[in-house]
């Protein structure tokens, strides 16, 4: 027969003191609380979910405050971009009173032409444009769907 070392006096007295502390837990008389209606925690959840939007609406106004524009660049405003090639691009910039028609690449930046910027606001979108190498497109087709819905 084998025998067991002898355990200090405070080691062989734990688990029987954990039982006696978690037996109140697992007693089968033990009240159980009524379950909580949907109501209960409702104003505390709205009252989270205003503390969160207030928070995100504020972040938000402050990156737009902190984003704009401050000094030389308040009287710059960017008016369109188009891409000419794969890092390439032509872009119109307003800067006092004046239209910049900019060529933009990777390494530098150039004006191509300048205009007053009454040129820009004389232009209509509405305008037919006539520039291409087949007239007025966009017109044609308008007009030809039109007469084909007509003729139905």
Same mark, same amino acid.
Not at 45 to 61: E, I, K, R, T
């Given at each position: 027969m084998t025998q067991f070392p002898k355990l200090p006096r405070s080691v062989r007295f734990v688990p029987l003191a954990l039982t006696a502390?978690?037996?109140? @837990?697992?007693a089968a008389d033990a009240a159980t609380p009524a379950a909580p209606g949907i109501t209960d925690g409702l /104003?505390?959840?709205?009252?989270?979910?205003?503390?969160?939007? /207030?928070?995100?609406?504020?972040?938000?106004?402050?990156?737009?405050k902190l984003s704009a524009p401050h000094g030389a660049a308040a009287g710059l405003k960017v008016l369109g971009a188009v891409p000419v090639g794969p890092r390439e691009r032509v872009v119109l910039v307003e800067v006092g009173g004046q239209v910049l028609v900019l060529g933009v690449t990777p390494?530098?930046?150039?004006? @191509?032409?300048?205009?007053p910027e009454e040129a820009l606001q004389n232009t209509s979108p509405d305008a037919p444009a006539t520039s291409g190498p087949f007239g007025d497109f966009q /017109?044609?087709?308008? +007009?030809?769907?039109? +007469? +084909?819905?007509d003729a139905k």
């Open positions: 502390a978690a037996s109140p @837990l697992f /104003g505390q959840m709205l009252l989270g979910l205003a503390v969160v939007l /207030g928070l995100l609406l504020g972040c938000l106004w402050l990156i737009k390494t530098n930046v150039r004006t @191509l032409h300048t205009l /017109g044609w087709l308008k +007009r030809s769907m039109e +007469r +084909r819905n």
